[in-house]
């Protein structure tokens, strides 16, 4: 049974670097037919989702647009984890943030398992 | 990006009786040469993740009850749930996995009337 243990911290400075970790048990992050994606959650945006990293003989990343200039998703294959740092960060970017695992390799980009969401609040 | 558009915000039902929600996308999501659908249901509680209820627009999830079904293709959706219990009072969101930015509802909020 795979599970997703999200850490990090809850308070960021705005124009600072937002940074979540996200542990995997059960799966590998190298798995050859997962991604692991980064979704956020506010109550002005709703659920969005923000990017991926997954591995097919080599790593590739994908990012939604608006945030694509300031995020970064890296794996993490010593640990078994991925992470998420969002850059220049404002209030803005205040959500409780999810890790997620999709089935992308056989086209099943739902989400499941997530993890168990991490509120970061932006202050000024 | 494909926009997902649910109806309604929020609805009030009774006890047993049958919920209905809507989403509608702003594109198809009918993959014709896998002839399917891809659109999945959720079910969020307060100060929990989502919960995946159904994907492939029809296909319920292991464990999830059979009073949950989806229906629909191409853009046009529906959950129901037909005999709402205590349980199923949550936010319900769709969300299309046929082309990145994968997108969701803005959700429906289904309380007990």
């Known amino acids: 049974q795979v599970q997703l243990q999200q850490s990090g911290p809850g308070l960021v400075t705005a124009s600072q670097t937002l940074s979540l970790t996200c542990a995997i048990s059960?799966?590998?992050?190298?798995?050859?037919?997962?991604?692991w994606n980064w979704i956020r959650q506010s109550p002005s945006r709703g659920l969005e989702w923000l990017g991926r990293?997954?591995?097919?003989?080599?790593?590739?990343?994908d990012y939604e647009v608006s945030v694509k200039s300031r995020i970064t998703i890296n794996p993490d294959t010593s640990k078994n984890q991925f992470s998420l740092q969002l850059n220049s960060v404002t209030p803005e970017d205040t959500a409780v943030y999810y890790c997620a695992k999709t089935q992308s390799a056989t086209g099943e980009n739902w989400f499941g398992p997530w993890g168990q969401g991490t509120l970061v609040t932006v202050s000024s | 990006d494909i926009v997902m558009t649910q109806s309604p915000d929020s609805l009030a039902v009774s006890l047993g009786e049958r919920a209905t929600i809507n989403c509608k996308s702003s594109q198809s999501v009918f993959h014709t040469s896998k002839n399917k659908n891809y659109l999945a249901w959720y079910q969020q509680k307060s100060g929990q993740p989502p919960r995946l209820l159904i994907y492939?627009?029809?296909t319920r999830e292991s464990g999830v009850p059979d009073r949950f079904s989806g229906s629909g293709s191409g853009t046009d959706f529906t959950l129901t749930i037909s005999s709402l219990q205590a349980e199923d009072v949550a936010l319900y969101y769709c969300?299309?996995?046929?082309?990145?930015?994968?997108?969701f509802g803005q959700g429906t909020k289904v309380e007990i009337k």
């Open positions: 059960g799966d590998s992050v190298s798995s050859n037919s997962a991604a």
């Open positions: 969300q299309q996995y046929y082309s990145i930015p994968w997108t």
């Open positions: 492939w627009s029809s």
């Open positions: 990293t997954y591995y097919r003989s080599k790593w590739y990343n």
